[in-house]
């Protein structure tokens, strides 16, 4: 009889030829490409006059993984489950065994947060049974979503349009997102006047810039408008100016702690424009494993799902080694650093993202990834290594000076910083958020008490107030983590949920919603207010943490939030009226002479006439770039593929087959004439020769057609 091997299964081919090549020929590996186990599309699939029992199915796609994973633990001396760290890795897991256990082959579950022959030879040595308090957790968020989806978007359908949706943590995002719209609306400019005097201790010294900050006595002041602000400078020509004060601090400025999933998927917006889906899926892969050279398939980061800062001591001593090897002694703090994470439900048995070897540099494997990978797997590296690294040093200097007027003491200030110890700025610093700006700083001279000061311009330079930013995705996940809104598993599904369901669309790299977005907002919002309250929608954050650590019962946190849930669902089907969005029109019309609007049916939007349907004319919707084929001169198209992926083909396809994955510029390539695509922020690059040009995105035109 042939020997029994064991067999694991993981969720991906890619993290199969990882294991396999650390577990070697006594185990053989299985995929299961996900859930293998899912509630129906084709009803609600909850009996909730059963305890909220959930019918679960094999979908079709599925049978086939279904029966070859049968066929293999079948034969298998043990079936290892080596699904994801978290609750929907746990229930995963759960699901292999319920449709399998109708073999007597042991199964036990592994669980580890990276892919390294120490960290998996560890799981396997401590190997478990299921939890079910994390697959009750994910049990009752699933339950949860589909009760709030099943039961209100066909209320939806029928009230507002087909094809729409309500969720559950997806309405509170798309309620903030409106909410801060509606504040940028009514916002009000106020005007306002700031005053800088460029002054010089010597008459042939460079000059340096100080701000009017109020008066002498410590009394604020307001400039509010040019009236005032011309009598002041009138005052401030003929003053005398002298240093009252000059107070210089040693500050330090401490590091950034490792990445985790909110944290990452912020910083990947703010350098390299990732979206939070974009982010997940190459840190997936990052994880997963890739060939590098001679070592095979590896995996180069933990797992990418965590709320936690906490980072093994192994990792730390090895990042500790490197900076005292690569930077020297005076590079590295006295102590390891440990971080606390303080963001709501933290789960500190996770690591944070770092990557699985300090040694493995991002430039020695640049040549086994693609540019993506390589650019978010560097900025992991880094941030790991800087968060180890001494804090930078700087000397701050702020200088009050007295303009000694006729009637009133004017008060200036200037500061300055200057870098004593980069520490670990050399490697890393953290990008700011869209809209937040560094305070502007001019060098200092050697300035004392009592220095005299030479006037040589004054500056005055009018201001308005600004209305709060618009959300980008940094900014989105940034308030959901504060508030405890969603998980590390949640922040990249529900920001591609609003922009898909057209509720919110990108201007300029912030979300801006829809006229669709505000219509459901205020929908949802006026019929259930429970389901887009944050506070609510945090506290049953909480409740499935308390799920998963045995301190609730599953069924009844579903049956609390039910219960409310039917009475609101009952009187919104009786008292919702029927809302009608206005079709859009377009500058092109019909044989007949109609403007064409866009319309939306089941397959997505078309465009018909404006009498239709008395006038049956539609043709397929299009969004034009304005920019032509390489290949055959027709026009270049906005088109969707079936993962919902946004590409750009010729408009003669199948004739012509030209696509490109990157938006079309119009300029064309200053070198060779070729097509300019935008592959980053405000950067073109041909894909005839490969030149690069900086561009403005604003160049591309998108029109409707």
Not at 648 to 659: E, L, M, Q, R
């Amino acid at each position: 009889m042939a020997k029994k091997t064991n067999l694991v299964i993981v969720e991906s081919p890619a993290k199969a030829r990882t294991l396999g090549r650390i577990l070697g020929s006594d185990y053989s590996l299985k995929a299961s490409l996900g859930h293998i186990r899912d509630l129906p599309k084709s009803k609600l699939g909850v009996d909730v006059e059963n305890n909220f029992t959930p019918a679960y199915v094999v979908p079709r796609a599925k049978s086939k993984i279904v029966r070859e994973l049968r066929e293999a633990a079948r034969t298998a001396s043990t079936v290892y489950l080596a699904t994801d760290p978290d609750r929907e890795g746990e229930a995963i897991s759960w699901h292999l065994v319920e449709v399998m256990k109708s073999n007597k082959t042991p199964y036990r579950r592994v669980v580890f947060h990276e892919i390294t022959e120490e960290a998996i030879k560890n799981a396997f040595q401590h190997s478990r049974s299921i939890d079910m308090q994390l697959v009750n957790a994910q049990q009752a968020r699933r339950v949860l979503d589909r009760l709030v989806g099943y039961k209100l978007s066909p209320l939806l359908w029928k009230k507002v349009r087909g094809g729409l949706s309500a969720g559950r943590v997806q309405s509170v995002a798309l309620k903030i997102i409106v909410d801060r719209e509606r504040e940028i609306g009514q916002f009000v400019p106020k005007e306002y006047w700031t005053i800088e005097a460029e002054l010089t201790k010597k008459a042939k010294e460079a000059g340096f810039r100080a701000l009017l900050v109020g008066l002498v006595n410590g009394d604020k002041m307001e400039i509010n408008n040019q009236a005032e602000a011309g009598r002041i400078e009138k005052e401030l020509e003929r003053g005398d100016y002298r240093v009252i004060k000059v107070t210089t601090k040693k500050v330090t400025r401490q590091p950034a702690p490792p990445f985790t999933t909110s944290t990452l998927q912020q910083e990947a917006w703010r350098r390299l424009r990732f979206s939070a889906a974009q982010t997940m899926a190459i840190a997936q892969q990052l994880y997963e494993g890739l060939p590098v050279g001679n070592e095979g398939s590896v995996g180069l980061i933990t797992y990418m799902r965590t709320d936690s800062t906490r980072v093994a001591r192994s990792a730390i001593v090895e990042a500790r080694e490197y900076i005292e090897a690569k930077y020297g002694a005076e590079f590295l703090p006295p102590h390891a650093r440990s971080f606390i994470k303080v963001a709501k439900g933290a789960q500190e048995a996770h690591e944070a993202i770092r990557p699985t070897r300090i040694q493995r540099e991002p430039a020695r494997i640049k040549q086994y990834l693609n540019n993506n990978q390589f650019r978010l797997y560097e900025l992991i590296w880094k941030r790991m290594v800087a968060s180890q690294m001494a804090a930078a040093i700087f000397d701050n200097t702020t200088v009050d000076i007295e303009a000694r007027c006729l009637i009133t003491h004017y008060l200036f200030r200037a500061s300055s910083s200057v870098n004593r110890f980069p520490g670990f700025i050399v490697l890393y610093t953290e990008q700011k958020d869209d809209g937040e700006e560094e305070e502007k700083q001019s060098p200092l001279p050697r300035l004392e008490k009592g220095d005299k000061l030479n006037l040589l311009g004054l500056f005055p330079e009018q201001h308005f107030t600004q209305p709060p930013p618009r959300f980008t995705e940094a900014t989105l996940i940034k308030m959901l983590e504060q508030w405890g809104i969603g998980r590390p598993s949640t922040y990249a599904p529900i920001l591609s949920t609003i922009q898909e369901r057209e509720y919110v669309a990108r201007a300029n790299g912030s979300l801006k919603p829809t006229e669709l977005g505000f219509i459901v907002n205020d929908l949802v919002n006026q019929y259930f207010p429970e389901i887009v309250d944050i506070k609510f929608t945090a506290r049953m954050e909480d409740e499935l943490d308390e799920i998963a650590n045995a301190k609730r019962d599953w069924v009844g946190v579903v049956q609390d939030f039910y219960t409310s849930f039917e009475k609101d669902l009952a009187r919104a089907t009786q008292l919702m009226e029927r809302v009608k969005i206005p079709d859009e029109v377009t500058d092109e019309t019909c044989p007949e002479g109609h403007p064409l609007v866009v319309k939306t049916g089941r397959f997505g939007k078309f465009l018909a006439c404006s009498k239709y349907p008395e006038h049956k004319y539609t043709r397929s919707f299009q969004i034009k770039t304005g920019v032509k084929c390489p290949e055959c001169g027709g026009d270049l198209i906005q088109r969707v593929n079936k993962k919902k992926r946004t590409f750009y083909g010729c408009s003669n396809y199948p004739k012509c087959t030209f696509a490109t994955n990157f938006k079309p510029l119009p300029q064309p390539c200053p070198e060779c004439g070729g097509l300019m695509t935008l592959y980053r922020q405000n950067w073109g690059r041909c894909i005839k020769c490969g030149q690069r040009e900086k561009v403005k995105e604003a160049e591309t035109s998108v029109s409707k057609r």
